[in-house]
């Protein structure tokens, strides 16, 4: 009998292991070999080896675009989590308004890529974007702060739009994650003599890891190989300032035909997110058995 069940779980199985051999795991093994050779897209190829890898790492243009990259998906995870958990506790609360305001939160993410960096360049354009003649207005003078036409102020500039449109899920998913607290604790806490900022501290906070746990990486994730946001909003300039590892991968493989060197990079930026994916779980498991007391 359990071996009939055995062989049923295995026909059933059988199937969606073999589509994801073939459409996911096999193009993955596939460009790692390409990577490996000097491979322009069509034509001959020769084995090179780890060539690839040794020019990218030697490029500065390329170790820059990590840095950018990284300051980008870190900054936007951190900010992104901390006004979101700040706004679904003001949504938590009984509020008349608490649908509309939920749904203006979201609006963000649900707007085109390019309609939002369309929207934004016309907030922020120097001369006579929305945000300078406001702040002209307040101040009495003509302000033309370059916001995304300065290296000094573009990539500052992505991070708070990536904020602006992450944020609806993130509010959504640590709205969830507190309405789950149970009320009795809370109230329990509060008979023994503890302040709202020491029942958020030791009740809410431990109970609501989960949510945070999974929208730290959901954040990291999307900053991490941010493309269209970027490229759409000043096209990884200027002077490259805005250049995220997503843009130069595209460069490098469909504007100079590196394909080889492009999937190459492509492998760097995976390990890159595998790394700090496996890293930010650890430390949240371990703050999560702490919080628990085991």
Same mark, same amino acid.
Request: glycine share 8%; aromatic share 14%.
């Given at each position: #009998?359990q071996?009939k069940m055995f062989?049923t779980g295995?026909?059933?199985?059988?199937?969606i292991t073999?589509?994801?051999?073939a459409f996911?795991?096999l193009p993955?093994l596939?460009?790692?070999?390409?990577?490996?050779t000097?491979?322009?897209g069509i034509?001959?190829?020769?084995?090179?080896?780890?060539?690839n890898y040794r020019?990218?790492?030697d490029?500065p243009?390329?170790?820059?675009s990590?840095k950018?990259?990284l300051?980008i998906g870190?900054?936007?995870?951190?900010l992104?989590?901390l006004c979101?958990l700040?706004?679904a506790?003001?949504? =938590?609360?009984?509020?008349?308004?608490?649908?509309?305001l939920?749904s203006?939160?979201?609006?963000?993410?649900?707007?085109?890529?390019?309609?939002?960096?369309f929207?934004?360049?016309?907030?922020l =354009?120097?001369?006579?974007?929305?945000?300078?003649?406001?702040?002209?207005q307040l101040?009495?003078?003509?302000?033309t702060i370059?916001?995304?036409?300065?290296?000094?102020?573009?990539?500052?500039?992505i991070?708070v +739009?990536?904020v602006?449109q992450m944020?609806?899920?993130? $509010?959504?998913?640590?709205l969830?994650?507190?309405?789950?607290?149970?009320?009795?604790?809370?109230?329990?806490? #509060?008979?023994?003599?503890?302040?709202?900022?020491?029942?958020?501290y030791?009740?809410t906070?431990p109970?609501i890891?989960?949510?945070?746990?999974?929208?730290v990486?959901?954040g990291?994730?999307?900053? $991490?190989?941010?493309?269209d946001?970027?490229f759409?909003l000043?096209?990884g300039?200027?002077?490259?300032?805005?250049?995220?590892l997503?843009?130069r991968?595209?460069?490098?493989a469909?504007?100079s035909?590196?394909?080889?060197y492009?999937?190459?990079?492509?492998f760097?930026?995976?390990l890159?997110?595998?790394? +700090?994916?496996?890293?930010?779980v650890g430390?949240?498991?371990?703050i999560?058995k702490g919080a628990?007391?085991?």
């Open positions: #009998m071996k062989w295995v026909a059933f199985m059988l199937p073999v589509v994801l051999f996911l795991f993955v596939q460009s790692f070999y390409y990577s490996l000097d491979w322009k034509g001959a190829y020769h084995w090179i080896g780890f060539e020019n990218i790492f490029d243009s390329f170790v820059e990590v950018r990259t300051m870190i900054s936007a995870a951190i992104t989590n979101g700040a706004f506790m003001l949504l =938590d609360r009984q509020m008349k308004s608490k649908s509309l939920r203006l939160f979201y609006l963000p993410n649900i707007i085109p890529v390019v309609v939002a960096a929207i934004w360049r016309y907030i =354009d120097a001369n006579s974007g929305m945000l300078n003649e406001t702040l002209g101040t009495g003078g003509r302000v370059p916001w995304i036409d300065s290296p000094d102020h573009v990539v500052w500039s991070i +739009i990536s602006w944020m609806g899920p993130v $509010i959504i998913i640590y969830a994650a507190l309405q789950g607290v149970s009320p009795e604790m809370k109230e329990a806490a #509060m008979i023994d003599g503890a302040s709202k900022p020491s029942i958020f030791h009740v906070l109970l890891t989960p949510g945070i746990t999974v929208n990486l959901i990291l994730a999307n900053g $991490i190989r941010i493309f946001l970027p759409a000043t096209g300039g200027p002077a490259n300032a805005s250049e995220t997503a843009i991968i595209y460069r490098f469909f504007q035909s590196e394909l080889s492009g999937m190459a990079a492509s760097v930026l995976t890159l997110a595998l790394v +700090i994916t496996f890293f930010f430390v949240s498991r371990k999560e628990h007391g085991e």
